[in-house]
């Protein structure tokens, strides 16, 4: 298993589970509470302007209801920008599940998301959920964040900052991980369903 996949040991979950994030509120939560009594699927996406990062919250606002009820789990999104932009990052992609933010990014770090790059995937590996172009992914990324509300630039979080999707819980375990290792390196919506047991019709 490659570093990028690799389950994080029982202590650096332990240290996770600590760190503090932020609520659409402002308000302070322990991560580890999120996954205490529920399996969770925890997306990390890369800046709140990142076109590519809104097309897979798009996908993951689709998995319907009743299949993840079905499996006793929920998905959650946790941003690295500044908790003012989740509304209008809720309003672009249509995501309903509970949303988040690291904004001092420790919680990327500590599960080891401290990828920083620009760069894109190589040709020929591009996920499905990119279905856009690099310009019109760009456009997008401008127009749904400080063209739409310019009160949100510098609030987006770090534009190199690389995310990645897990599956926690219930009680302290992960039995899911995958670490970016580009800009358009979310694991299919599908995969992620399978690892967490939501069987998608």
């Not at 659409?24 to 890369?46: E, M």
């Not at 987006?156 to 690389?162: D, K, M, R, V």
């Amino acid at each position: 298993m490659s570093l990028r996949d690799a389950l994080p040991e029982a202590s650096v979950l332990e240290l996770a589970s600590k760190c503090e994030i932020e609520d659409d509120k402002g308000n302070k939560v322990l991560f580890g509470s999120l996954f205490a009594d529920q399996k969770t699927v925890v997306v990390f996406i890369r800046h709140f302007f990142c076109g590519m990062c809104q097309l897979f919250v798009e996908q993951l606002a689709a998995v319907p209801e009743a299949a993840l009820e079905a499996a006793g789990a929920q998905i959650v999104v946790v941003g690295c920008g500044d908790f003012r932009g989740l509304e209008n990052y809720r309003e672009n992609t249509g995501f309903k599940g509970p949303i988040y933010v690291d904004s001092t990014r420790k919680l990327y770090f500590t599960l080891g998301m401290d990828i920083q790059t620009m760069a894109t995937a190589p040709s020929g590996q591009k996920p499905s959920y990119v279905t856009e172009g690099s310009l019109s992914n760009a456009w997008k990324s401008i127009k749904n964040g400080p063209l739409k509300d310019p009160s949100l630039l510098g609030k987006q979080g770090n534009f190199g900052q690389i995310g990645g999707d897990w599956v926690f819980g219930p009680g302290n375990q992960c039995t899911f991980a995958h670490r970016m290792q580009n800009t358009q390196d979310h694991v299919e919506v599908k995969v992620l369903m399978k690892a967490a047991s939501v069987i998608l019709p």
